[in-house]
């Protein structure tokens, strides 16, 4: 496995950890935000090639709902990193006035764009999705293998939706104070298996979505 890869597979571990904050001692989710912060700074770094390209090329549809989900996915980790530390009860708490760090408004706001980054890293993971369906599923796989691959993304599908509910994820992103939901008493393993589910539909879906996008680009060119 490639560092890259390595790095993606780290900061979707970290993305799961941080939402099992529940389950989890509240020193670990201020930890473990911590070193999401330095892989983050790291896979910036292997995005220079991408930003530097910013200026070349054509903008299609495609390209430019791309960088309008990796800005804002770059505002949202900047804004949770920001709340994380007015929020923290740890490591940061002697840096924070007090007025700040008991701002409700703000540990609300923190738990809602944590909640929204299940939607947006899914999103950003549907180009990988689209490019391992391509290239391996799709091309080299037989009717039955197919098959398999789109009840595998009905089934993700299905379980993103129920872990939607049981985290009560639009209650969360509209803000509402929210002290434990049904899924806080699922054990760890089961509850980040609904996560990586609920990340999972977002690619799927994601990935249906700019193939589509695709299709319509190509067709216009026919015309």
């Known amino acids: 496995m490639s560092r890259r890869n390595t790095l993606n597979l780290l900061l979707l571990t970290g993305v799961l950890t941080l ?9 670990v989710h201020e930890l473990v935000g911590i070193l999401m912060a330095c892989a983050i700074l790291a896979h910036l770094g292997y995005a220079r ?5 910013l200026t070349r090329g054509r903008w299609t549809v495609r390209r430019m709902l791309g960088a309008m989900l990796n800005a804002l996915l770059a505002l949202n980790v900047a804004t949770i990193l920001v ?27 923190h738990t809602a764009l944590g909640w929204s980054m ?48 049981l985290n009560r ?16 008493a699922l054990p760890y393993m089961i509850f980040a298996l609904l996560i990586l589910a609920l990340i999972g539909m977002y690619a799927v879906l994601g990935a249906a979505f700019a193939a589509l996008i695709e299709r319509k680009s190509i067709g216009n060119q026919k015309l």
């Open 49 to 53: 090639g991408w930003l530097k390209g």
């Open 19 to 27: 939402l099992s904050f529940s389950q989890l001692p509240r020193i």
């Open 169 to 184: 994820v639009g209650d969360r992103l509209r803000m509402e104070h929210i002290f434990a939901t049904e899924a806080a």
């Open 83 to 109: 709340t994380g530390v007015i929020a923290s009860n740890f490591l940061f708490i002697e840096l924070v006035p007090l007025e700040l760090h008991r701002n409700l408004t703000l540990h609300q706001l």
């Open 118 to 165: 299940p939607i947006l890293v899914g999103l950003h993971g549907a180009a990988l999705w689209q490019r391992f369906t391509h290239h391996f599923v799709i091309p080299r796989g037989t009717r039955r293998t197919r098959l398999v691959c789109r009840g595998l993304k009905l089934l993700t599908i299905l379980l993103g939706i129920y872990a939607s509910i």
